[in-house]
């Protein structure tokens, strides 16, 4: 594994673990992910054909953390609470960006695009609704938040009364469960082809 791919995975394990806490904030990370992630492959490939590539580097920092920028005003305004929970989580998607950019992401198939945000996203709502059960025993707790709403703030569905477990919501417990996760992925048995798909594959 290069040093660039490691990179990746390394910040893309932050959100992962610091923004899955509770589905609000796993979702709505998510979808800032990519609308962010969107805007700048978009706004990109528009600006790549016309750039020498020293600058390349230097033109996606000011074009991610612009967008970034963007994308956060945006939630303030949206919903203050939502931002205010999400932290220093959602500032991360632009160095994000820039790391893909490295990759040639931005270069490859939408399919890998669209498998890779998928993924991501789908692992993100997974961590963040086990984490919210296990951890408050509460399902779909403050998601008012990212429909901007103004009245008073709904708890979600409450399932324990008296809580959790509360090490599911701290890093440590979502690096248990994500491993949790993987040990589980990897015991699961893959489909195998069948004996006669063998010997018509083998066959001279």
Not at 28 to 40: M, Q
Not at 109 to 127: E, N, P, Q, S, Y
Request: proline content about 4%.
């Amino acid at each position: 594994m290069n040093k660039s791919l490691s990179l990746q995975n390394s910040l893309m394990l932050t959100p992962l673990i610091g923004g899955t806490d509770s589905l609000v904030t796993a979702l709505g990370l998510w979808l800032i992910f990519v609308l962010v992630l969107s805007a700048y492959g978009v706004s990109m490939g528009a600006l790549r054909s016309r750039l020498i590539p020293a600058t390349h580097l230097l033109a996606g920092l000011v074009l991610a953390a612009t967008l970034n920028s963007c994308a956060e005003l945006a939630m303030q305004a949206w919903s203050l609470q939502w931002h205010q929970h999400l932290g220093f989580y959602a500032g991360l998607i632009a160095l994000q960006c820039v790391v893909l950019e490295h990759n040639g992401f931005f270069q490859s198939t939408g399919r890998d695009r669209l498998r890779l945000c998928g993924l991501f996203g789908a692992l993100m709502i997974v961590l963040g609704l086990l984490r919210e059960l296990i951890g408050n025993g509460t399902l779909g707790s403050h998601l008012s938040w990212l429909a901007g709403a103004t009245q008073p703030d709904w708890q979600g569905w409450v399932l324990t009364a008296d809580g959790g477990l509360r090490l599911a919501t701290l890093a440590p417990g979502g690096f248990i469960l994500l491993g949790l996760l993987i040990a589980a992925r990897q015991a699961w048995p893959l489909p195998t082809p069948s004996l006669t798909s063998l010997e018509e594959t083998h066959r001279p």
